[in-house]
């Protein structure tokens, strides 16, 4: 059985802390092991969202470049 998936959640355009606020928001509307693809053009985020997802346990699953920013893919613990 697979996990929901909450679809794709654009952020780019998003500067620090937007994207991270705006990501914990979301995960807190959804359902223990939903997916959240975030895509983000902060060049900061790479170091935040890792992080967030660390300290608050939910599991990144993607991290991934993209041409215009960076993509990640999290499930919520």
Do not use: Q, W
């Not at 355009?13 to 693809?37: E, M, N, Q, Y």
């Not at 890792?50 to 999290?74: M, Q």
Request: charged residues 25%; glycine residues 6%; aromatic residues 4%.
């Amino acid at each position: 059985m697979s996990s929901p998936d909450a679809g794709a959640y654009d952020l780019r355009g998003l500067k620090c802390p937007l994207p991270v606020l705006k990501t914990k928001k979301r995960l807190a509307s959804l359902a223990v092991g939903a997916t959240l693809t975030v895509e983000t053009s902060d060049p900061l985020a790479v170091i935040d969202i890792p992080h967030f997802c660390n300290e608050n346990g939910h599991a990144l699953i993607e991290s991934t470049k993209t041409s215009d920013g960076h993509r990640f893919v999290i499930r919520k613990a």
